[in-house]
């Protein structure tokens, strides 16, 4: 079973940062298959970044996603208040597995 | 506009049944694997299960903590995916979301709530 591990677990930052936001996997060679999502209260996750960088549909430029091996980052490069959520990645392998979340709040 | 949209959710007591629907528009569903997250509440996201598309034949898949007691479906004709939920055991208790899947998850729908208590 992959373990994926999301650190920190709470990000307090101001709109205009930049926010970095880590998710560890217990087993490498998932690059192809890293997701992040976004989620709100009440509302559905939203698929942000595959493939590790890839932008999903209509997601803007300032969100962006790196990594390999174990380690991968999603990087929103200037915070907009819309963009305090809870974030998190997966691994969509043959049991997808989800972090346990980064709650990105005002400061 | 792709949209999926689920429903089913409810009260029931532990030891029970519930069936959840997901009926999808906006895509050719045959074509796509569907996949089942939930959530329990103020906690994250758990993958459920997932159902192949008819042409590949695949058995549906389960979280292990579903295994034995949850089975996913599809039908086609209707655009529709199915959860049947039996045994129901209070830690199901959560939101229920149906996903497209590819090697992620596109397209959610709103989900729907089952409560599962006495």
């Known amino acids: 079973e992959i373990v994926l591990t999301q650190s920190p677990g709470t990000l307090s930052l101001s709109p205009g940062d930049r926010a970095t936001l880590s998710c560890r996997a217990s087993q490498s060679g998932w690059s192809n298959y890293l997701a992040w999502y976004q989620q709100k209260p009440g509302q559905a996750p939203r698929l942000l970044m595959f493939?590790?960088?890839s932008r999903a549909t209509g997601i803007p430029d300032r969100f962006s996603g790196s990594g390999s091996g174990t380690d991968f980052t999603l990087t929103i490069s200037r915070l907009e208040p819309e963009d305090f959520a809870v974030y998190y990645c997966?691994?969509?392998?043959?049991?997808?597995?989800f972090g346990q979340g980064t709650k990105l709040e005002i400061k | 506009e792709v949209q999926l949209v689920e429903s089913g959710g409810g009260l029931v007591q532990p030891g029970g049944s519930l069936r959840l629907s997901c009926v999808t528009s906006g895509f050719p569903f045959s074509d796509h694997y569907m996949d089942w997250v939930r959530q329990a509440p103020g906690k994250g996201l758990e993958w459920v299960g997932r159902i192949a598309k008819t042409a590949h034949s695949f058995s549906p898949e389960y979280a292990a903590s579903v295994k034995g007691r949850f089975t996913i479906s599809r039908d086609d004709a209707k655009s529709s995916l199915f959860l049947q939920m039996s045994g129901l055991k209070t830690e199901d208790t959560a939101v229920y979301y149906c996903?497209?899947?590819?090697?992620?998850?596109?397209?959610w729908g709103q989900g729907t709530l089952v409560t599962v208590s006495s």
């Open positions: 493939g590790t960088s």
């Open positions: 997966q691994l969509y392998g043959s049991s997808p597995f």
């Open positions: 996903a497209r899947a590819r090697r992620y998850l596109d397209y």
